[in-house]
């Protein structure tokens, strides 16, 4: 299936340092930017070919995969002065980059490269800074057998905060963590239909209007994963992920579980 990903916004709040002038998919965990994580987890799955919704800092994306070093995360020989690889990243992807606007919403970014899609009938969809060792073959199996427009990926409230219940007099009744209360975010990671067009006016939101109205219609269905989903909408978000890959702690990368690091994107399952 092909999968499209939204990496055209500003990322503001990752406006610090060494990220002033980057898109937010750009900023680096580890050896690679935040959207090659989230490609390799796709690629891992079988799902190779993207759509890139560029907007902001587009060229630097372009740069990346224009100038693209193999030998950054590869095992490779060095051998009369040529380079030998041993296993790749990206040699079978297809990666289509598409310039959807500088200030437009995520659906009418979608909007703008459905003619890409050639008319599947079920497609993959993402933001391309959110990361998750979510079982993708799952997700696309369950909503494959379901008669519906949409499915999106939930997660519990991920804030460190506590609700308080007050009562009379100013009296505190309770104090729960948000994240023990039963309420669920929007995690991403979307399955679509071309159904979901249909509820996406022109400037409009994937999920205020597209997921929304799907939802009154009883034809949005939601995969609750309670595993590794972490967001980076900030340099702190970012930076505790960076961390975490230089410590081996690295979930999100499914692509390492069998040991062999490359699997389908080197050609060999």
Request: aromatic share 10%.
């Amino acid at each position: 299936m092909k999968v499209v990903l939204f990496c055209g916004g500003y990322g503001l709040r990752m406006r610090q340092g060494a990220f002033d002038d980057m898109p937010k998919p750009m900023a680096m965990v580890g050896p690679r930017p935040l959207i090659w994580h989230v490609m390799r987890y796709y690629a891992y799955y079988g799902h190779t070919e993207f759509i890139l919704c560029l907007g902001y800092g587009a060229h630097h994306i372009k740069d990346f995969f224009l100038n693209y070093e193999e030998t950054t995360s590869n095992d490779f020989v060095l051998r009369g002065g040529r380079t030998e690889l041993l296993s790749t990243d990206i040699a079978t992807w297809t990666i289509t980059f598409a310039q959807t606007g500088i200030e437009s919403p995520i659906g009418e970014r979608l909007r703008r490269v459905r003619h890409h899609l050639d008319g599947d009938e079920m497609f993959l969809a993402n933001y391309a800074d959110v990361l998750t060792d979510a079982p993708l073959p799952q997700m696309i199996d369950r909503f494959a057998g379901r008669d519906a427009g949409a499915s999106m990926m939930v997660v519990p409230p991920q804030s460190s905060f506590h609700c308080v219940e007050l009562g009379e007099d100013g009296l505190v009744g309770g104090i729960t963590a948000v994240s023990e209360l039963p309420l669920w975010e929007n995690g991403g990671y979307f399955v679509l239909r071309q159904e979901v067009f249909d509820h996406i006016p022109e400037g409009g939101d994937l999920v205020a209007d597209g997921c929304a109205q799907l939802a009154k219609r009883g034809r949005l269905v939601a995969h609750q994963h309670r595993g590794f989903w972490k967001p980076t909408d900030t340099v702190k978000e970012r930076a505790a992920l960076d961390a975490a890959y230089a410590r081996g702690e690295r979930p999100w990368a499914v692509w390492e579980r069998d040991g062999v690091g490359a699997g389908i994107e080197a050609g060999t399952a």
